[in-house]
């Protein structure tokens, strides 16, 4: 059964941690991606991938890292730079750059 | 650069009763359009899609949009609402030299009420 999986569902840290947020993929896409949601605000773009070992910033990379070293795995830092880590993350894929993107179920992340 | 508007914010529609969102894109040439759904506490559900060609677009659930370029805009339609239609809709517009970056609308809440 293919999709993206997004683990965990729920995420408290403390502030000033790093925290990582897994997002795995089994539809041998090459691009994956990941949105930050905050309500009013539809979805915001962090970073892509577009292919294993490259990752390009998207519109809001301050304060987060990635790594994509195999093309199923995409996981996302946020580190005690980023201003207001508390929202909605989803990760999502798509075949190439010019398919539609497939989203996981989303990780809350809450910064205490 | 490439932008969508969703003027409503919140709809409340009784079941059973048509719907229309809608949603407006700027972008200097041809557009990819995507309506997606949201649930509650879940990722997004790609409704429906458009790339080209026949402007009236079918989707999953009953759902269809209609690309009208003269007015920038591609509203998202279903003839009759079932109440599991109550959720968050999304309106997205990507660059048909890449979708890479996807920019999104932020979002129409869509109540049914019996």
């Known amino acids: 059964d293919g999709g993206i999986t997004q683990s965990p569902k729920y995420l408290f840290r403390k502030e000033g941690q790093n925290v990582t947020l897994s997002c795995e993929q089994n539809l041998n896409h090459d691009a994956m991606y990941w949105y930050r949601q905050d309500p009013g605000q539809g979805l915001r773009l962090i970073y892509y991938s577009q292919i294993v070992n490259d990752f390009q910033k998207g519109d809001i990379a301050e304060g987060y890292s990635v790594s994509r070293e195999k093309k199923e795995s995409f996981p996302l830092t946020v580190t005690s730079a980023q201003k207001n880590p508390t929202a909605f993350y989803l990760c999502?894929?798509?075949?190439?750059?010019?398919?539609?993107?497939?989203f996981g179920p989303g990780t809350r992340l809450t910064v205490l | 650069a490439q932008s969508v508007t969703q003027p409503d914010i919140h709809i409340t529609v009784s079941e059973g009763a048509s719907l229309e969102l809608r949603c407006n894109y700027s972008?200097?040439?041809?557009?990819?359009l995507f309506w997606y759904v949201q649930s509650p506490g879940q990722g997004l559900q790609l409704l429906l899609k458009y790339f080209s060609g026949d402007t009236l677009v079918q989707g999953i659930k009953g759902f269809e949009a209609e690309f009208k370029r003269s007015q920038s805009s591609f509203n998202l339609r279903k003839p009759s609402v079932h109440w599991s239609d109550a959720a968050e809709y999304f309106c997205?517009?990507?660059?048909?030299?890449?979708?890479?970056?996807?920019?999104f609308g932020t979002g129409t809440r869509l109540t049914v009420i019996p």
């Open positions: 999502a894929s798509s075949r190439d750059s010019w398919g539609e993107q497939f």
């Open positions: 972008y200097g040439a041809t557009p990819y």
């Open positions: 997205a517009v990507g660059a048909s030299t890449g979708a890479n970056n996807l920019f």
